[in-house]
């Protein structure tokens, strides 16, 4: 599959028509369900195959983001090899009250993996989290740039981005 194809699979699979209630309280008659192709295995081998290409050489660690970039960083992990670590929203309060599960992040040159990138401000407290734990941030790499501000904001908190696609290549396919 190339590309073009992943794209479009990507869109037919996730583009949904009908009337839908927007977290803003607006309706719209479309919506962009990014669960749908995070669940499907075919997809996720491709989107992992294409994101591997995307990842520094230097990558010690891939830190999914809760809840969505989770499923794409361990689809990388094992098209890679590359350790990864879940990395919640809030720590929990209990059990170890950890934010960051699985892979040790101390010391290593991490990605952050997310789906979609909208504004890029859960990947800028996330990414203090994981520079408060210890870990060097290489960039963030994501499935989806929505270009909606969040190149801009992660940029100017020195967090280079690199996405697969934007939704306009997506929309466009």
């Keep these: 599959m190339n590309r073009n194809e992943l794209a479009k699979i990507i869109f037919e699979t996730?583009?949904?028509?009908g009337e839908f209630l927007l977290r803003s309280g607006k309706i719209s008659n479309e919506y962009f369900d990014k669960y749908l192709f995070e669940a499907n295995p075919e997809i996720l081998k491709y989107i992992a195959s294409f994101m591997s290409e995307l990842i520094p050489s230097d990558c010690e660690v891939l830190a999914g983001l809760e809840m969505g970039?989770?499923?794409i960083a361990t689809s990388i992990s094992l098209h890679t090899g590359l350790p990864c670590a879940f990395i919640r929203k809030k720590a929990k309060d209990?059990?170890?009250r950890k934010v960051n599960e699985g892979a040790d992040i101390t010391g290593k040159k991490i990605v952050i993996i997310e789906d979609v990138i909208t504004s890029g401000g859960q990947v800028i407290l996330s990414a203090e989290?994981?520079?408060?734990a210890g870990a060097?941030?290489?960039?963030?790499?994501c499935v989806i740039n929505r270009q909606q501000g969040g190149s801009e904001a992660l940029q100017e908190a020195g967090i280079p981005l690199i996405s697969l696609f934007t939704m306009e290549e997506l929309k466009n396919t």
């Design 14 to 17: 996730s583009h949904l028509t």
């Design 69 to 71: 970039g989770i499923p």
């Design 94 to 96: 209990y059990g170890t």
């Design 129 to 132: 989290d994981l520079k408060n």
């Design 136 to 141: 060097h941030i290489l960039c963030c790499i």
